[in-house]
């Protein structure tokens, strides 16, 4: 079975500071990799994803992420982080075949103060 | 506006009380499934539903039930809720199955906060 690691349960960083989210996760096959992210109070939204290509993802407001197969990781970064980034980060996973449901890791809480 | 829709976003009930979430998608989605969210442990799947009279269980589906008559909607259901049923409740959606040529990028309802007592 498929499952999610995330090793950073809660991270606090100054404004400017960069950033780096641990994701590691156990498949022996083809996946897809997803970053989520929770603003409060708010509901999970796609901050990036992984399919093929390029391991290296762009997404929204700044963010990306690197794949690195041998290493199984799935890591989230952004060089300057702001007070608005202040929410929790999952990263997710399905395989292509198999139980191809959404597995998510447990979370990482980011507070970004000013 | 394409959305995710639950009902109701708060709830506060007894044990032993059935009751209802609904979840509803205006985008013609294929796959929908249920999670719940509690800390520390992240989003777990309830049920999941590839389509029409097609659903099955995720990994924490014990005290729940789900029905998928309709294309868009897939309402969760508690015939005897219990305290251990208090979390944060989520519908979502996607467009197809993971691996049918698609990601299955998930989209999300606002969530359901449920408190038995």
């Known amino acids: 079975a498929q499952s999610v690691s995330q090793h950073n349960h809660h991270v606090i960083l100054s404004e400017a500071a960069s950033l780096e989210l641990g994701c590691n996760y156990s498949?022996?096959?083809?996946?897809?990799l997803f970053w989520y992210v929770q603003y409060p109070g708010q509901h999970l939204q796609l901050l990036l994803k992984?399919?093929?290509?390029?391991?290296l993802v762009k997404g929204i407001k700044g963010f990306e992420a690197e794949f690195i197969k041998s290493k199984f990781s799935f890591n989230l970064r952004k060089p300057s982080v702001q007070w608005s980034d202040t929410a929790e980060y999952f990263c997710a996973v399905n395989a292509r075949t198999g139980r191809r449901a959404l597995t998510f890791g447990s979370g990482t809480r980011l507070q970004v103060q000013p | 506006e394409a959305q995710v829709t639950q009902n109701p976003r708060y709830l506060i009930t007894v044990t032993g009380k059935k009751l209802t979430v609904t979840c509803s998608q205006n985008?013609?989605?294929?796959?929908m499934s249920w999670y719940r969210q509690d800390p520390g442990l992240g989003l777990r799947q309830i049920y999941y539903?590839?389509?029409?009279?097609?659903?099955d269980k995720g990994d924490v589906p014990e005290g729940y039930k789900v029905s998928r008559k309709e294309k868009r909607n897939f309402p969760l259901i508690l015939e005897s809720p219990s305290p251990n049923q208090t979390s944060l409740y989520f519908c979502?959606?996607?467009?197809?199955?993971?691996?049918?040529?698609?990601?299955?990028?998930?989209?999300f309802g606002e969530g359901s906060r449920l408190t038995v007592l």
């Open positions: 992984y399919f093929s290509g390029d391991p």
């Open positions: 498949y022996g096959g083809t996946v897809n």
């Open positions: 985008m013609n989605h294929e796959y």
């Open positions: 539903s590839m389509n029409v009279e097609v659903t």
């Open positions: 979502a959606s996607s467009l197809a199955y993971p691996g049918q040529g698609y990601t299955g990028e998930l989209f």
